[in-house]
């Protein structure tokens, strides 16, 4: 599995973003897909998730409400659409193809490159 992340750059505090993840693989279908975020200094947190077969959707807890992840199936893609940006959200988003378990959470066996977010205030 191939995870190619795109989208990030500067906004301004309240603003929006669109992060894109574009897989490949052939057995692509198989994984759940998301993202983590890693700001300098802290360590890596979960921000959302997507299951490839339902659509079930999970979320940080930071991001709940102002994040929303979705899928395009035609186009093997993952989506994660920010808005009401923060400062705090700055960090470097990757990509991520895994599993979720209810209780270890989003566990990634796969990782895209990362992609910048930048949220002036």
């Known amino acids: 599995v191939q995870l190619q992340a795109s989208g990030g750059g500067l906004v301004q505090a309240g603003g929006s973003l669109r992060l894109s993840c574009a897989a490949s693989?052939?057995?692509?279908?198989?994984?759940?897909t998301g993202w983590f975020r890693q700001a300098p200094g802290k360590e890596r947190e979960f921000v959302a998730a997507?299951?490839?077969?339902?659509?079930?959707?999970y979320y940080g807890d930071s991001v709940k409400g102002r994040f929303i992840i979705s899928r395009d199936n035609a186009k093997n893609t993952v989506y994660l659409q920010m808005n009401s940006l923060k400062p705090e959200d700055t960090a470097v988003y990757y990509c991520?193809?895994?599993?979720?378990?209810?209780?270890?959470?989003?566990?990634?066996?796969?990782w895209g490159q990362g992609t910048l977010v930048t949220v002036s205030s």
């Open positions: 991520a193809a895994g599993s979720y378990g209810t209780v270890v959470g989003f566990r990634a066996d796969y």
């Open positions: 693989g052939r057995t692509f279908s198989r994984y759940t």
């Open positions: 997507i299951s490839w077969s339902r659509g079930t959707t």
